[in-house]
C-alpha cells in the first residue's frame, strides 16, 4: 500500500549575511551537498569582481586567498575551493557599497563536531545561533584564546581565559564562564593553548 503523506526529517534554512566595504569574518552555518566558494557564497555570480575571500589553513597557520577577476568575472582556481560548514573565512568587499551574501543550505542535526587544532583555528557555529561559546558547545581550558574580528575598527578583540582565575573576560561581549558571545554565521580565530579544548554538541531543531 503506497504512503500517501511522506515528510523530509531535513530542515532548509537561509541566512542574510550583509557585508558593508572592508573585511568582515564570517562563517558557512549550513551544510551543502556542494560547499565549493562558488556555490557557497556566489551561486548567482551576482558578488562583485574584485571581492576576495581568505581562508585560513592551520597547518601553514597562514591564508590562503581567491579573489573575483575583474578581468574575467571568474574566481579562477578559487571556485573550487571548499567552504564547508563551521568553516570561518574573511570576505572582503573592496567596493564602495555594502552586499549581501545569502546562505541556503541543510540546518545541521545530530552529533556535531568542529576540530580545534593546535595553535589557530578559525571557525564559527555549525548552527545558525548567536550565543555565548559555551553555550554553542564550546568546551575550553585555561590559556585558551578567542579572537574576534572587529568589522568599524578592522582589527581584532582578543579573549584570553585566565590561569589565575579561570575565567574569560566579565564585558558586555563576554561571560566568566561561558566565553565570548558570537553572532550567527560569525567567523573567529580559536587558539587552543590547551590542547584540550574541544567543540561538541548534539543539535536538533524543535519542531
Known amino acids: 500500500m503506497a504512503q500517501s503523506n511522506v515528510y523530509s526529517l531535513n530542515v532548509v534554512g537561509y541566512v542574510n549575511v550583509t557585508l558593508s566595504p572592508g573585511y568582515t569574518l ?9 560547499s565549493s566558494l562558488t556555490n557557497v557564497v556566489d551561486p548567482s555570480s551576482s558578488l562583485p569582481d574584485g571581492t576576495r575571500v581568505l581562508q585560513f589553513d592551520s597547518a601553514s597557520q597562514n591564508f590562503i586567498t581567491s579573489t573575483k577577476s575583474i578581468a574575467t568575472h571568474t574566481w579562477g582556481a578559487g571556485a573550487t575551493r571548499l567552504l564547508p560548514n563551521g ?6 568587499n573592496t567596493t564602495a557599497n555594502p552586499f549581501t551574501v545569502t546562505y541556503v543550505g541543510e540546518v545541521p542535526q545530530g552529533n556535531l563536531t568542529n576540530v580545534l587544532g593546535s595553535g589557530y583555528t578559525l571557525v564559527g557555529s555549525k548552527v545558525p545561533q548567536a ?3 559555551g553555550d554553542l558547545g564550546v568546551t575550553s ?13 578592522q582589527n581584532f578583540v582578543s579573549y584570553n581565559k585566565s590561569i589565575a582565575t579561570h575565567n574569560w573576560p566579565n564585558n558586555a561581549t563576554s561571560d566568566p564562564a561561558k566565553g565570548p558571545n558570537v553572532g550567527v554565521a560569525e567567523g ?7 590542547n584540550q579544548a574541544k567543540w561538541e554538541r548534539n543539535y536538533t531543531v524543535a519542531p
Open 188 to 194: 573567529f580565530f580559536y587558539r587552543n593553548v590547551s
Open 87 to 92: 568553516s570561518g573565512y574573511f570576505i572582503r
Open 131 to 133: 550565543g555565548f561559546i
Open 26 to 34: 564570517v562563517n558557512t552555518p549550513l551544510t551543502y551537498t556542494d
Open 141 to 153: 581550558f585555561d590559556g585558551d584564546r578567542v579572537l574576534r574580528f572587529d568589522y568599524p575598527t
